[in-house]
């Protein structure tokens, strides 16, 4: 028989806790005696009763007495007690009175441990001290703040790195984790395609392509729009790619994004590269594919017949809108940037509040006579303390009624509607009397649906729906584009069939 | 690529569970795909302190040091070791007194305040009438320093003149602490009364009760204050504006010793004055308030001076401003005005007869007692007319300013969690919600003496301007943040 005796000094618990401590220990086998008590006289004397030396502890002191076959045992019994008396404090009964909600996200990480994501879209100057937060407490972030500072974004990267989480973001729309959407994202099949995206809606406008194609989208990591700069440097571009090549569930990655800094562009090359999993890069820009030809490229790669993206038509022969410029309004980034590439390519010149051309930009809110010009309504600039245009797409159908209105007024105007999660729950509805009053006008409109089959909207709904305001309405981007570029310069609609030449 | 497996592979399964924070759209769209939600009710921090608060949190030192501020904070066992008189404890002479909170001049002291320095020089003879007194006090001639200063704290006006028996509290490396003895309640020096009654009780606190208090104490040995704390909070005690039990618990323990003062007569005491002293005791449910709060006081002094910390050290107020004190930011007070407390008021007193928030008894709230512990302590709820399930919901918002659980001093209401533990400035300013401190409140004419007790909340410009002081002195990297 061994005989272990602790004190703790301080240690203060009433005698009713410490008696049911007392009983676990004793129900392990071995255990021949166990006391565990505050060190009063009585029990001091208790303890001397049952066989134990006299201790060296006060009626403040916790001691615990176990009298045991083996040492082992009789630490093992200690060690019982000691976890029962933690356990009390932290477990169980207390959470049931807990009212309100945690104000803050370490609280809400202390209250959830299994919540293994945090999805942050406070004001950009706010979003880093949450975001932070969230890393610290060993979770992965999304940021869908705008507005929040580079220096904040290395520093972000920096940490999540060395804590070994993913920072998705800042300025991330969309993120789809295994089926799941966080912030923007449409109804995806889970299926074999993986994408790392720079660009929220350029990965929205991917997946829908892929899903008219049948194929499903397993996981959309999105890294921000600046995560491929060269201030940033791909810090998590690169750490999706590597999680995404590791998952054996999937079977091409993608890698969305504006044009990368070329230093970047080379370290993602690289990587990608080093995959065992084929990459697909869909890096929009004057050189680069159209999503609709990675869409494809992606499909070659899994061996599947990539159709042309559906689109849905007027009823009637389509008349030649009224003279005049294309105006593009633009709730996604990546698909501004892609239709301003389409149309510069065969109009010339347009004017865009977010051309990488200085000479060609302009203030959101000038309207310059005559020249075409295509708007990005849901850059940061304009989304300063305004609901972005795919949650309330208000603002896009105001400037589709001015354009009506106007005097030598847009002879085209193309728009992207995007749904799915997050997104607003009848963008058609919204849009549809300014739309309708623009055709009035005698201007032709062209809509790019960005949604899926699954989306809460409904694909179909939506877009018999702008065709009921005159709209014709692509799936493809890329197509929309053309499709205007056509009409602004007489040549009517785009035969079925095209693919958009590769530079 | 993939040398090894990534490190964020656990990210690529269908979340159950997702924290967010902002936009209450974002969180709908999960909760319609059927993800569980765990919403941050979040507000954006007082305006001009977003800068302050990013830089704070980008200092590397913040957790290390924050964590070394609580453990030491937690690692303190205080012992009630002595009642000795303030002149040789403090070492303050003639015309030298402390008073409660901040720095004080006589210029801006409020009426309780100025009633208890009237008081204090009728107590030790420096005037003979209220009027001189007031002279003497007004002209310059009193020297005042708050009790934080001199290792030392005191409910209400908190004035210690030199005469006056304290406390003594001492921990195992022989850092001690000190408070006054509790006068009772009603008309009493620190709640600004003056006068011949109150003048007699503070003489026979000072030649009976102390005497024979520091004659037991010496007899019986050191008491473990924290281990006494931890059995007052598990009886419905929160150590401020509730000490029955722990009083009772004091006396309990006392009292064999008290008795056997007689035996050797070495406190000159008789029977008379010992059975004078347990009724006094009997009749004071706050006798041990002075107790707790030097105990608290030596714990919050533990966690002061460790640079990079946002820990607040003291929470106090002089009657005129309230002030914390943060562990990073030295002997520094951050003060703005204090508030006047809403509760309940005795007899015909009302709200209009309220002096601003006053006292050094915030130092328990500073621990994670008071106000923080008031799920323990439900009865003390009825103050401000609430019920028990505001007072559970109380402490839990306390937790959501506080970085840790004490050890010891844990709440059965809540599964024997520990009181919420080491107020961060930080947490403070993210959430916008100042502490909640229970407190007795003072008649705002000097003389009046108590009118009420009830809950304060501390100016959240203390908190945001400590925050701007530890960041001026953050060690971050640029983050931004406007």
């Not at chain 2, 765990?38 to 200092?59: C, I, L």
């Not at chain 2, 300013?401 to 050890?407: G, I, S």
Request: net charge negative.
């Amino acid at each position: 028989m061994t005989e272990s005796v602790l004190v703790a000094r301080g240690r203060y618990h009433d005698s009713v806790t410490l008696m049911r401590a007392s009983a676990v220990a004793r129900d392990i086998t071995g255990v021949e005696t166990v006391i565990a008590a505050m060190g009063t006289e009585l029990n001091r004397a208790l303890l001397v009763q049952a066989g134990f030396a006299a201790p060296d502890a006060t009626a403040d002191d916790l001691v615990v007495a176990v009298l045991a076959d083996s040492p082992a045992t009789a630490e093992g019994a200690i060690a019982a007690i000691d976890r029962h008396l933690a356990e009390r404090r932290t477990s169980g009964s207390g959470v049931a009175h807990r009212r309100g909600k945690p104000r803050t996200v370490e609280s809400a990480a202390a209250r959830a441990p299994d919540a293994g994501v945090v999805v942050v879209s406070v004001p950009g100057a706010h979003a880093y001290v949450e975001a932070i937060a969230a890393l610290r407490a060993g979770r992965h972030v999304m940021v869908f703040s705008d507005g929040v500072d580079v220096a904040a974004e290395v520093a972000l990267k920096g940490e999540a790195t060395a804590l070994g989480r993913l920072v998705m973001g800042p300025d991330c729309g969309t993120t789809i984790l295994d089926g799941v959407g966080l912030g923007f994202a449409n109804v995806v099949v889970p299926g074999p395609v993986g994408l790392v995206a720079a660009s929220g809606t350029g990965a929205q406008q991917l997946c829908c392509l892929l899903d008219g194609a049948g194929i499903g989208v397993r996981h959309v990591l999105g890294v921000g729009g600046r995560d491929l700069s060269s201030a940033v440097g791909g810090v998590s571009a690169l750490a999706a790619l590597a999680a995404l090549d590791d998952d054996p569930a999937v079977e091409v990655i993608g890698v969305v994004s504006k044009p990368p800094d070329p230093a970047v562009a080379e370290a993602v090359m690289s990587a990608a590269a080093q995959c065992r999993t084929p990459v697909v890069l869909a890096l929009v820009g004057p050189v680069g594919p159209t999503l609709t030809d990675a869409a494809a490229e992606i499909a070659d790669a899994l061996g599947v017949t990539f159709g042309e993206p559906q689109q849905w038509r007027p009823p009637g022969r389509s008349e030649l809108p009224r003279p005049g410029p294309v105006l593009g309004l633009f709730s996604g980034g990546t698909n501004a940037a892609e239709a301003l590439v389409v149309l510069e390519r065969r109009l010339g010149p347009v004017r865009s509040n977010v051309h990488p051309d200085p000479l060609r930009r302009i203030a959101p809110f000038d309207s310059p006579g005559g020249a075409h010009v295509l708007l990005d309504l849901g850059d940061d600039e304009l989304t300063a303390g305004r609901p972005h245009p795919m949650i309330d797409p208000t603002v896009v159908a105001e400037r589709v009624a001015a354009a009506a209105d106007a005097d030598g007024g847009a002879g085209v105007v193309v728009l992207d509607v995007v749904l799915g999660h997050g997104a607003h729950p009848d963008p058609a509805a919204a849009l549809a009397p300014a739309l309708t009053a623009a055709r009035a006008a005698g201007a032709a409109t062209v809509a790019v649906l960005i949604g899926t089959g699954g989306d809460p909207q409904g694909l179909d709904r939506q877009a018999r729906a702008l065709v009921d305001a005159g709209a014709t309405v692509h799936r493809s981007n890329a197509r929309a584009a053309e499709e205007a570029v056509a009409l602004a310069t007489g040549a009517g609609a785009v035969p079925v069939g095209t693919r958009s030449s590769r530079p | 690529m993939s040398i090894g497996a990534s490190p964020v592979t656990d990210l690529l399964v269908a979340p159950e569970a997702v924290i967010t924070v902002g936009a209450p759209t974002l969180d709908e769209a999960l909760a319609a795909q059927g993800v569980a939600t765990v919403p941050v009710e979040w507000r954006p921090p007082p305006a001009g302190s977003a800068a302050a608060v990013a830089k704070v949190t980008a200092d590397p030192r913040l957790a290390p040091a924050n964590r070394t501020a609580i453990d030491r904070m937690t690692a303190v066992r205080p012992r009630l070791v002595d009642v000795r008189p303030a002149a040789e404890l403090v070492g303050i002479g003639r015309h030298q007194l402390l008073h409660a909170g901040p720095p004080l001049a006589w210029g801006a002291a409020s009426g309780p305040m100025r009633g208890a320095i009237i008081g204090a020089c009728l107590y030790e003879g420096w005037a003979d009438t209220p009027d001189a007194a007031e002279g003497l006090a007004a002209s310059g001639a009193i020297e005042l320093a708050p009790c934080h200063d001199h290792a030392s704290v005191g409910p209400m006006a908190g004035i210690v003149s030199p005469s006056m028996p304290m406390w003594v509290l001492e921990e195992a490396g022989g850092r001690t602490s000190r408070s006054t003895l509790n006068e009772g309640l009603g008309k009493v020096l620190r709640y600004g009364a003056f006068g011949d009654a109150v003048t007699e009780r503070l003489r026979w606190m000072e030649r009976v009760l102390g005497p024979i208090l520091a004659s037991g104490l010496r007899r019986h040995g050191p008491i473990d204050v924290g281990a006494l704390i931890a059995s007052m909070v598990a009886m419905g005690d929160e150590g401020h504006n509730r000490n029955r039990a722990g009083t009772s618990l004091l006396v309990r323990a006392l009292a064999p010793d008290l008795v056997r003062t007689l035996e050797d007569g070495d406190a000159g005491s008789r029977a008379g004055d010992v059975a004078d002293v347990l009724a006094f005791i009997d009749a004071n449910d706050h006798f041990l308030l002075n107790v707790v709060m030097g105990a608290a006081k030596l714990v919050a002094d533990a966690g002061a001076e460790v640079a990079g910390s946002s820990v607040v050290v003291a929470m106090a107020r002089n009657g005129t401003d309230f002030g914390i004190r943060v562990a990073g930011t030295g002997d520094r007070w951050f003060t703005a005005p204090a508030a006047v407390p809403e509760g309940l008021y005795l007899g015909g007193f009302g709200p209009d007869d309220a002096n601003p928030d006053i006292g050094d008894s915030a130092i328990t709230e500073t621990v994670g007692l008071g106000g923080f512990a008031m799920a323990g302590a439900p009865a003390i709820v009825q103050l401000v007319g609430g019920d028990v399930g505001d007072a559970v919901g109380w402490t839990e918002l306390m937790y959501e300013l506080t970085l840790a659980e004490h050890p010891t001093w844990t709440l059965p209401a809540l599964g024997f969690r520990g009181v919420p533990f080491g107020i961060d400035v930080l947490r403070v300013v993210r959430t916008g919600v100042a502490p909640i401190v229970n407190t007795g409140i003072a008649g705002r004419v000097a003389g009046t003496g108590q009118v009420g007790a009830g809950l304060v909340r501390p100016p959240l410009d203390c908190f945001t301007a400590a925050l701007a002081a530890v960041a001026a002195v953050a060690e971050s990297a640029e983050v931004g943040g406007r």
